[in-house]
């Protein structure tokens, strides 16, 4: 039998839905958890290697996990390097 485009879409992670996950994860929380560890329950969930999840990260979302990591002093906040994710 062949499959739908919309069931083979839900099996896919795309840009867009890991960064709904994340964003939904991190609202759910109540401030809780930070973009840094939403990202990591959202790969520990879907079973995505965090070393390979630099492509379905937004740049918005890698701005937010970029003010988190210096809030939580992981780089300097006047820091113009690159957060390798």
Do not use: H
């Amino acid at each position: 039998m062949r499959k739908s485009m919309k069931e083979i879409e839900e099996k896919f992670m795309t840009q867009g839905k890991f960064t709904s996950l994340v964003e939904q994860r991190v609202k759910d929380s109540n401030g809780l958890i930070n973009y840094i560890e939403a990202v990591a329950s959202v790969c520990e969930e879907f079973e995505i290697e965090v070393e390979t999840v630099n492509k379905l990260i937004s740049k918005p979302l890698k701005d937010k996990i970029k003010w988190d990591a210096q809030q939580l002093n992981y780089m300097k906040r006047t820091s113009k390097g690159i957060l390798n994710l």
